[in-house]
T-cell receptor, first 114, second 111 residues
């Protein structure tokens, strides 16, 4: 049982390049989330999904797009990377059943945009 | 919108001293969760509190939920170097499925 797997773990992009971060979970969780973590800013929600085929904007969605074509996968896309998107990105999932559920986080993707 | 404030931002302690981090919400919470993130790692779920005045313990860690369900605390007794990391609270209010995370308290334990 791998939990939540994120790929890649590290990436360096040039300004203007695009990339996709992949998140996969094997716990049959309904809810999936993308967060970014910057020093002193805690965890900020980018986008989330409450089920296959659904997505919604979080606190800081600008410059990102997401897709949830399959229940187990949640993709985060950067169409034109900017240095302000240098961050550590965490994917998380939860059951969504009632309120008694904690998040399971992936190990993160460290992205640098130069 | 809902705000969750966490204090202090950093705390240095000598090994063996106690540590407390506080979480305060601008709105009444339906529940609050606590997470620990080791340096270079990812957040790991510790516990969830739901009831007003609830107190839960995990070994040396004591979690409390305020009577008004607007604040919470995490207390660590006799810290060890293994307690080093950042502790986050995350609170849900109303009918929201999505919790709001505090900015975290980084605990540094000096041997």
């Amino acid at each position: 049982n791998a939990g939540v797997t994120q790929t890649p773990k590290f990436r360096v992009l040039k300004t203007g390049q695009s990339m996709t971060l992949l998140c996969a979970q094997d716990m049959n969780h309904e809810y999936m989330y993308w967060y970014r973590q910057d020093p002193g800013m805690g965890l900020r929600l980018i986008h989330y999904s409450v089920g296959e085929g659904t997505t919604a904007k979080g606190e800081v969605p600008d410059g990102y797009n997401v897709s949830r074509l399959k229940k187990q996968n949640f993709l985060l896309g950067l169409e034109s990377a900017a240095p302000s998107q240098t961050s550590v990105y965490f994917c998380a999932s939860s059951t969504g059943q009632g309120y008694n559920y904690g998040y399971t986080f992936g190990s993160g993707t460290r992205l640098t945009v130069v | 919108g809902q705000q969750v404030m966490q204090i202090p931002q950093y705390q240095h302690v000598q090994e063996g001293e106690d540590f407390t981090t506080y979480c305060n919400s601008s709105t009444t919470l339906s529940n609050i969760q606590w997470y620990k993130q080791r340096p270079g790692g990812h957040p790991v779920f510790l516990i969830q509190l739901v009831k007003s005045g609830e107190v839960k313990k995990q070994k040396r860690l004591t979690f409390q939920f305020g009577e008004a369900k607007k604040n919470s605390s995490l207390h660590i007794t006799a810290t060890q170097t293994t307690d080093v990391g950042t502790y986050f609270c995350a609170g849900r209010s109303g009918g929201s499925y999505i919790p709001t995370f505090g900015r975290g308290t980084s605990l540094i334990v000096h041997p």
